[in-house]
């Protein structure tokens, strides 16, 4: 069973009253007026391409999506700006180093971890790396690699639509 993170809040997490508007966006009680606004958590994504217009791609190594396709990314830490949160995706999962990214597309996307569902905005970079050479899956994150031109059966076997709609979108620009 799967449960949205504002179905979740059935009780107010400042004085613990039970909520009559469950999964109202925001979340307000009616006993202390704490608020909370069920806003997309946001997650980069890197298009890593090489000199051969190759496109990298990886099979993740944990749910969700365990075996799956997806891009290099995830979630942008407190405090972090996009750009920095990339180079850091890239490099843990990777190991690879982004010398240059630019601003390709976003697109709406949903998590679930756990039985709890969250939703993300997923900002997609093409990115250029000095080399290919370091390559290495971080383990349990990454399975293994994929370098080619994408094919319609993988833009089927990603996780996330997101990430198929980015490629596809990147492929559109070419
Ligand atoms: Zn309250």
Redesign the pocket.
């Known amino acids: 069973m799967t449960q949205h993170i504002a179905d979740a809040f059935r009780f ?1 997490p ?2 613990s ?1 039970e909520t009559k508007n469950l999964a109202a966006s925001p979340f307000r ?1 009616a ?2 007026d ?1 608020v909370f606004y069920f806003s997309p958590v946001a997650a980069v994504g890197g298009i890593i391409v090489n000199s051969n217009n190759e496109l990298l791609f990886l099979v993740r190594g944990c749910d969700p999506g365990k075996g799956k396709l997806g891009l290099p990314g995830g979630f942008v830490d407190s405090g972090e700006a996009l750009e920095t949160s990339l180079l850091r995706e890239v490099m843990e999962e990777t190991s690879l180093r982004v010398t240059r990214s630019n601003y390709l597309c976003s697109f709406p996307n949903q998590y679930t971890y756990r039985g709890i569902t969250i939703d993300v905005l997923d900002v997609f970079f093409k990115c250029e790396v000095d080399s290919f050479e370091p390559l290495t899956a971080q383990p349990g994150e990454v399975e293994s690699f994929h370098i080619g031109r994408p094919t319609e059966e993988m833009l089927g076997r990603f996780a996330f639509e997101s990430n198929r709609r980015a490629v596809e979108f990147f492929l559109s620009q070419e």
């Open positions: 107010c400042r004085c009253a009680c006993e202390c704490f």
